[in-house]
Each structure stands twice: as C-alpha cells, then as structure tokens.
C-alpha cells in the first residue's frame, strides 16, 4: 500500500538525548499507530490514537494524532541502549481496507 | 493470551524452488494481512484475508498467493522463487477491517 512520509529516515543520538520524529500525510486518517521493530523481528505496537489532537504516553514514549488528521509524532525521552530499532508510523482510514506504513526511522543510540 | 506465531523462522530455498509460510492470528482475530520487507527497506503489502476471502492484494505478481482457513490461520505461498524475494515475510492480525494489526515475529526467507 502508500507509504506515509516520515522523517528522519534515520537518527544517530547520545544515551540520555530525546528524540522526535513524525509521520506526514497529504490524506486524512482515522488512526494513528507507532510500531517499534527491533532487528529481525515483527514490529510491536507502541502507541495507538484515535482522536485528532490526542496526545498518550506509554512510559518514556509520547504520541500525538494532529489537529489536521494528516500527521502524528512520537516523542521518546531520555533515550537508552535498548529504545535501537525501526520505528514505524501507520495510518488507518475508515473508508475500505486504508491501512498504509510509513516508511520508518531508524534509531541508533550511542551509549 | 498467544500472539500472531509464524513458521517456519527461516526458510532457505533456491530459485524456482516454491516457498509455504504459515501465520496463525491472535485468538478471535479475523484478518490476516502479509508484508514483505526486504532487508533495510519498509513494509510492503502483499494480501489481505478475512472471512476465509481474499480481500486485497499489494503490487505483487502473481506467484504470490495464499489462502485463509476457516480457523482464520493463513498459507502464503511463493511460487518460481527469485533471487529478489529473499526478505522477512511479516503476517499481522486484526479483529476485522480498520482494527489495528498485531504482527508476528517474521519468517526469513532466503533464495540462493
């Protein structure tokens, strides 16, 4: 399927740092979902929202659904060895099977 | 509760040869969706099924196939193996259409 925009493709950061990164889209969406995939394995999901200007938190991670509907970020605070991996945005529509990936951000973590 | 489970973990074939990977959904999920991703790249879609019917199809040929079984697991088959579709095959799982997908651990196929 479409793959959302998202930026930075990848990042290199000190333990300790916070990190941002977001998910674009031209189209609007009913679901914002964050994965986290560590190397050669499934993603897991981190993050679900539902509502636009929804913000949730899961321990050191944040989200947020944007006002507009277009896009979402993820927020990981105090960053540690083991938040390396690929993250992934994805979008849900309610209109047919819309459920489309963004097309990662790579974190690496350096201690 | 039990989590999407893929088999084998790994696969190695040679080209031409014919490949079956097999996901088993969480418990009352009826989707099952398939992706393949190619070592550094993201999420391709492959297939969706629900209900036993095949509901959608990425940009794929058609040696890419698969069916669903009325206990909702899934068979992805890949016939006429090519070099290119060595990748980590990914199957996920949802209650039904627009719920979010859980995914398994990955099958690795390799095509020497």
């Known amino acids: 399927g479409q793959q959302l925009n998202q930026s930075p493709q990848s990042m290199f950061i000190q333990e300790g740092e916070d990190v941002s990164m977001n998910c674009t889209s031209s189209s609007i969406f009913n679901t914002w979902l964050w994965y986290k995939q560590d190397p050669g394995e499934g993603p897991v999901l981190l993050i679900a929202?539902?509502?636009?200007?929804e913000l949730t938190s899961n321990g050191r991670l944040t989200a947020q659904f944007g006002i507009t509907r277009k896009d979402s970020f993820l927020n990981i605070s105090a960053s540690i060895p083991s938040d390396v991996g690929i993250y992934f945005c994805a979008g849900i529509r309610n209109t047919g099977n819309q459920f489309y990936f963004g097309t990662g951000t790579s974190l690496t973590v350096i201690p | 509760e039990a989590g999407v489970t893929q088999s084998p973990t790994h696969l190695i074939k040679t080209r031409g040869q014919q490949a079956t990977l097999r996901c088993s959904p969480i418990?009352?999920?009826?989707?099952v969706y398939w992706y393949q991703q190619a070592l550094g790249l993201g999420l391709q879609f492959l297939l969706w099924y629900d209900e036993g019917e095949e509901r959608n199809r990425g940009n794929f040929p058609p040696r890419f196939s698969g069916r669903q079984f009325p206990n909702y697991s899934s068979e992805l088959n890949v016939n006429a193996l090519e070099l290119e579709d060595s990748a980590l095959y990914l199957c996920?799982?949802?209650?039904?259409?627009?719920?979010?997908?859980?995914f398994g651990p990955g099958t690795r196929l390799l095509v020497l």
């Open positions: 929202l539902y509502k636009a200007g």
């Open positions: 996920a799982s949802s209650l039904g259409l627009q719920e979010t997908q859980y």
């Open positions: 418990s009352g999920h009826t989707s």
